[in-house]
């Protein structure tokens, strides 16, 4: 592994724990998870093994960045925001709307960090080499 890139995942996962502690500030009591020192350092971590395990597959997309985001904003998505509001929904029936709440912010801290996953991490020529010889459309 990269030295580059594991400091580049680190800097996703610092970005994850801050976006995950405002949300979990701005949801009060609706948030399962306190924004204190020991989840921080759980998100930073959580946030950089992510990336780390997604950056395969950013750094040797084919790709533009824009569908590179997309699609990894599909797989965090729909892997961990949405899954973890069905899992609220089903475990704590009573607070399903806090499980709703809690996957919508969860869907754009995913928007978050696979942006700046794909920001860092997909080499920057690739985008301007795939359309010099590229015509074709994306349905193409």
């Known amino acids: 592994m990269n030295l580059q890139v594991f400091i580049r995942c680190f800097l996703v996962g ?55 985001i997309v699609a990894t904003w599909v797989v965090l998505g729909l892997v961990r925001s949405v899954g973890l509001g069905i899992e609220g929904a089903l475990f704590k029936p009573t607070a399903t709307i806090d499980a709703v709440v809690g996957a919508l912010f969860g869907v754009l801290v995913s928007l978050l960090v696979a942006w700046l996953s794909v920001s860092l991490l997909m080499p920057v020529n690739r985008d301007a080499q795939k359309h010099a010889g590229n015509t074709k459309s994306w349905w193409g």
Do not use: K
């Open 14 to 68: 610092l970005a994850y724990a801050v976006a995950s502690a405002l949300v979990a500030a701005l949801l009060g009591s609706m948030s399962r998870l306190a924004p204190s020192l020991e989840n921080f350092v759980v998100w930073v971590i959580t946030g950089t093994l992510v990336c780390l395990a997604l950056s395969p597959f950013i750094r040797n997309s084919t790709r533009s960045r824009q569908h590179t």
